[in-house]
């Protein structure tokens, strides 16, 4: 399928502005467009699962995705919601290993997809592409491994505390003194990032909501008491850790 000349320049942009991609000549990121396809993922559609052939890479240039891992009983364990500028599927260019993750759309998406066999030849041909990826992965790995350290190791309350205060900088809005977080996330869904249930996930809020800490409203939820919520964190450096990875 041609691609529209708006649609191109869109392609370019995030390309061009993609953290792994810097300090690349012309040549490099011509390559790279001409190479892009655009693909459309209606919500609930994946983009790619667990175990699956990984022959590309994904940049998502409209829309959400949520990045999550899953057991073999079916259990799913969400770690995070991404969204336009965010790259996908990187790992598949170390070796030929199946997917780790799963990658699903959770309203329509649009992603450049990007053959791993052209990024490895530019990465062959320009050594400074895999260097920035390199520092890249080490960021992601280091927040995804304390992530799921503080699942592990700390208690539900800390760990809801934890993907609240996440929410304020993928979602936060500052409002009337209080920070209103516009999310669609469901009580269930709080329970798939936490490793809980929906019911254990609603004990704590509605302790919050007494407390007037964390309140839900008719977009989503309110903090009402920023320095009470950091407080539920079982440890201050936890405070610094970032969503996504």
Same mark, same amino acid.
């Given at each position: 399928?041609?691609?529209?000349?708006?649609?191109?320049?869109?392609?370019?942009?995030?390309?061009?502005?993609?953290?792994?991609?810097?300090? &690349?000549?012309?040549?490099? !990121?011509? @390559?790279?467009?001409?190479?892009?396809? =655009?693909?459309?993922?209606?919500?609930?559609? $994946? /983009?790619?699962?667990?175990?699956?052939?990984?022959?590309?890479?994904?940049?998502?240039?409209s829309g959400k995705v949520e990045i999550s891992i899953s057991s073999y009983n079916g259990e799913e364990f969400a770690i995070c919601d991404e969204g336009?500028?965010?790259?996908?599927?990187?790992?598949?260019?170390?070796?030929?290993?199946?997917?780790?993750?799963?990658?699903?759309?959770?309203?329509?998406?649009?992603?450049?997809?990007?053959?791993?066999?052209?990024?490895?030849?530019?990465?062959?041909?320009?050594?400074?592409?895999?260097?920035? &990826?390199?520092?890249?992965? !080490?960021? @992601?790995?280091?927040?995804?491994?304390? =992530?799921?350290?503080?699942?592990?190791?700390? $208690? /539900?309350?800390?760990?809801?505390?934890?993907?609240?205060?996440?929410?304020?900088?993928?979602?936060?809005?500052?409002?009337?003194?209080?920070?209103?977080?516009?999310?669609?996330?469901?009580?269930?869904?709080?329970?798939?990032?936490?490793?809980?249930?929906?019911?254990?996930?609603?004990?704590?809020?509605?302790?919050?909501?007494?407390?007037?800490?964390?309140?839900?409203?008719?977009?989503?939820?309110?903090?009402?008491?920023?320095?009470?919520?950091?407080?539920?964190?079982?440890?201050?450096?936890?405070?610094?850790?970032?969503?996504?990875?």
């Open positions: 399928m041609s691609i529209q000349s708006d649609v191109l320049q869109q392609i370019t942009k995030l390309i061009t502005a993609a953290d792994w991609f810097q300090g &690349l000549p012309e040549e490099a !990121i011509n @390559r790279l467009v001409n190479a892009a396809k =655009l693909a459309t993922f209606s919500s609930n559609k $994946p /983009l790619y699962l667990m175990g699956s052939q990984a022959n590309n890479v994904f940049g998502i240039l336009a500028g965010y790259w996908l599927g990187e790992f598949t260019l170390a070796n030929d290993s199946p997917r780790i993750l799963n990658v699903v759309a959770q309203e329509e998406t649009q992603a450049v997809v990007i053959p791993k066999s052209v990024l490895n030849a530019i990465g062959d041909e320009f050594p400074l592409m895999y260097r920035n &990826l390199f520092k890249l992965q !080490i960021h @992601r790995i280091s927040r995804l491994y304390r =992530l799921f350290g503080h699942m592990v190791f700390y $208690p /539900l309350e800390s760990r809801l505390a934890l993907i609240a205060l996440s929410l304020v900088e993928s979602h936060g809005v500052s409002q009337n003194n209080h920070i209103l977080i516009k999310t669609e996330l469901s009580q269930a869904e709080l329970g798939k990032r936490t490793l809980s249930s929906r019911q254990s996930v609603n004990q704590i809020l509605r302790r919050w909501s007494v407390e007037d800490i964390f309140v839900k409203s008719p977009t989503g939820y309110i903090i009402k008491d920023l320095d009470a919520l950091k407080l539920k964190l079982s440890s201050p450096i936890d405070s610094k850790l970032i969503p996504g990875v």
